[in-house]
């Protein structure tokens, strides 16, 4: 058998024996879901260079690596040790998830508004599981997506929120997720499912984090329901270490007249691919996908958008922006979609890049798949570097050599930042780039 | 202030400078004038240290010290000054917290307390009206999406605000109307100062209308070919340059 054969093998062994013991085991609905994203995942094999969307991010590093599923339970946090890891500032509704699982006692939920309903999925599954099977695993798309298909395989926890309608949120949902690897090389399947009813507003914050040690990989997908007219918020932030492998889905479903903004904040991880997939399923709902991406060393970031215009009078902008360092390499992949009705979209896609050294390097690929014909889709793309006339000019005003090119690079970053309307989360991010670029480590280590 | 001898600059593997030699004095106010591509602008930016250009020979010498020698940030610590004749824009950086920024760069290396915000307000507020220029222009970002005008204001505005001891203005006055004009030579005269050397490289001789010339020096083809005093500008301004480049021995004699 070969390596990756043998790896996809250990998965299934592990699925045999977490399918018994998790959480909704009892739960017919769930266990067939269960079943046919682990068959898919089985026929599908992780994907190879040679599947189009898979074509700028070689994947052998994961699908050779036969991961056991995190250990839960055992690793123990001071409340110091926490304040270290997360992003200041969110004091009322908190969820800490390490490796994978709720941990109650680090978080914090209220108070919250009549109805609103955050936790944990997990605990959802085992005591009130009669309202998830309306929306869990019916967006992420696990019949072709192979690391979709092995996150459903193994729902278990996550967050949920739950918002009625006519319901604003005034504080983010700050959720943590925070990896604790073990002695051989673990996976989680954090799975979180949003469901905002028609006329709300709320803002989800989805934080990864690492403490240092072996390989790990963080497999996570993210399940969004926006009702009508409501506005959303999502931020992602990942941080974790140079040991980690980190693939997210977020999967959004757009009602009509909703505006959702995604923001994506990747700076940690060995090979990240971030997966933003909105649907804008309702007439005339609007979103903004909002990306930074900073990779050094040999990271390796991926960017994989699929835009997906379903109906009418529907506007979408993608902005992403990348600074490469070292040998890290960066891909900006951004499918726009616009189905045979959707006529009068408006779809916009800009993408950015700074190359900092020789050994960096972008790849970045619009790809425009339109079947209506009353349409405005617009791209771009550059890559470059950091404007040596620009630096001459500072520097000839008495601003030093480095500070001049940390200017220009913030402000190159905060293009992306500037677009983040969430303050705390704004200014953290901010703090964090400032960090990035004086190259102090910013990724979580060392305890 | 300033000595260049036998400077001999190269750009591309092209001598652009081919044995320049200039002394300005405190106090002076020096144009240098000559035609296209004759390498004025060459002069001010090696003065000011871009790097692109290959300094093969000669030596420069600001207030006794090798100012080839310094980073393009210490000449400017030291007082160096270029207005540009193509200000750089740079979206994304503003341009009062640019201004504040230099200027304390500047004032740290002169030993003195950083300005904040608040103490930096009036001070540039102050100059703006001096060059009759609108505060609006502090929240933008530098030069970027100015009009030719604009970009050259601010390049005056961030001279005020600097207070160098050496200030080059490589053709500030192009794509200036007259009123503007007027405005920046107003800028500009209320900086000569006995301790201030400020050099003005133009093609035309109408901004030394307004801003009075102490001494006049004509590069062509990589060469002062001749210098006097303000009567040269006018000379220049009606024979042309054809006349000092087609009779070098005839030309005036530099000033000692
Ligand atoms: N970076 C460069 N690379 C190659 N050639 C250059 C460069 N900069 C200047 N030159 C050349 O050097 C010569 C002198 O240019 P410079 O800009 O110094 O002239 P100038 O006297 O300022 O002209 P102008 O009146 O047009 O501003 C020109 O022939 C120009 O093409
Ligand atoms: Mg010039």
């Known amino acids: ?447 | 202030m300033l000595s260049v001898r036998n400077l001999h600059v190269k750009v591309g593997g092209r001598e652009i400078l081919k044995g320049v030699d200039l002394e300005v004095a405190a106090g002076e106010v020096c144009a240098i004038m000559g035609p296209n591509g004759s390498g004025k602008s060459t002069l001010a930016q090696v003065l000011a240290g871009q790097e692109t250009y290959e300094v093969t020979a000669g030596e420069v010498l600001y207030e006794g010290q090798n100012l080839l020698e310094l980073n393009p940030e210490q000449r400017a610590r030291e007082g160096v000054f270029l207005a540009f004749q193509y200000p750089v824009e740079i979206p994304g950086i503003g341009t009062a917290y640019f201004l504040r920024a230099a200027l304390n760069a500047i004032r740290k290396h002169r030993g003195l307390d950083e300005l904040d915000a608040m103490d930096f307000l009036p001070l540039i507020r102050e100059k703006l009206k001096l060059l009759e220029m609108d505060d609006a222009l502090l929240s933008r970002a530098i030069n970027e999406g100015f009009s030719g005008g604009e970009k050259k204001r601010t390049e005056i505005l961030q001279l005020a605000v600097l207070e160098p001891r050496l200030a080059i203005l490589d053709e500030t006055d192009s794509g200036l109307d007259i009123d503007a004009l007027k405005i920046v030579a107003g800028g500009v005269n209320a900086l000569r100062d006995p301790e201030r050397a400020i050099i003005i490289v133009t093609h035309y001789q109408r901004l030394l209308s307004y801003i009075v010339p102490d001494t006049v020096h004509v590069l062509v083809a990589g060469r002062i070919v001749a210098s006097g005093g303000r009567e040269l500008a006018l000379e220049l301004e009606e024979k042309g340059y054809g006349w000092v480049e087609t009779e070098p021995e005839s030309a005036v004699p530099a000033p000692a």
Request: with cysteine; proline share 4%.
């Open chain 1, 1 to 447: 058998m070969s390596v990756v054969a043998q790896a996809q093998e250990s998965h299934l062994e592990t699925f045999a024996r977490f399918e018994e013991g998790a959480a909704g085991s009892d739960l017919g609905w769930l266990r067939s879901i269960r079943r046919s994203a682990m068959a898919r995942f089985s026929e599908l094999g992780f994907p190879t260079t040679h599947d189009e969307d898979w074509r700028f991010t070689n994947v052998a590093p994961i699908a050779e690596t036969p991961f056991g599923l995190a250990r839960v339970g055992g690793v123990e946090f001071t409340s110091r040790e926490l304040d270290r890891l997360r992003v200041p500032g969110f004091a009322s509704i908190r969820l800490v998830f390490v490796n994978g699982r709720y941990e109650p006692k680090l978080s914090r939920l209220g108070p919250l508004p009549a109805g609103v309903k955050v936790g944990s999925l997990a605990h959802e599954l085992a005591a009130d599981p009669g309202s998830l099977d309306e929306h869990l695993a019916r967006y992420a798309d696990y019949r072709n997506d192979a690391f979709s298909a092995l996150n459903t395989a193994f729902i278990e926890d996550g967050a949920l929120v739950r918002i009625p309608s006519r319901t604003v949120l005034e504080e983010p949902i700050y959720l943590l997720h925070i990896s604790a690897p073990g002695t051989g090389p673990t996976v989680t399947h954090p799975r979180n499912l949003i469901v905002a009813g028609d006329e709300t507003q709320a803002t989800v914050v989805e934080d990864y984090v690492s403490l240092d040690g072996e390989v790990h990989f963080s497999n996570v997908v993210t399940e969004v329901v926006v009702g009508e007219n409501s506005v959303l918020g999502h931020y992602r932030i990942e941080r974790e270490s140079g040991q980690a492998f980190h693939v997210s889905t977020l999967r959004v479903e757009q009602g009509r007249a909703s505006a959702v903004a995604s923001h994506s904040l990747l700076l940690g991880g060995a090979l990240v691919r971030n997966n933003v997939h909105p649907v804008l399923a309702g007439e005339g709902s609007d979103c903004l996908i909002n990306g930074l991406f900073m990779g050094a060393g040999q990271q390796h970031l991926d960017n994989y958008m699929k835009v997906e215009h379903a109906s009418p009078h529907c506007t979408s902008r993608q902005f992403y922006n990348g600074i490469l360092d070292g040998r890290s390499r960066g891909v900006f992949h951004g499918r726009i979609v616009v189905h045979k009705d959707a006529q009068k979209t408006d779809a916009k896609q800009t993408n950015r890049n700074l190359l900092l050294s020789e050994g960096a390097q972008i790849d970045t690929k619009p790809q425009l798949e339109i079947h209506a014909d009353d349409v405005k889709c617009t791209h771009g793309a550059t890559i470059g570097q950091v404007d040596e006339d620009a630096i001459f000019y500072l520097r000839s005003r008495g601003i030093s050599e480095a500070s001049a090119r940390d200017l220009l690079l913030e402000a190159f970053a905060g293009e992306s930042l500037e677009k983040m309307k969430e303050e705390p989360v704004r200014r953290h991010l901010e703090g964090l780039v400032r960090q990035w670029l004086r190259r102090e480590t910013v990724l979580e280590g060392a305890r």
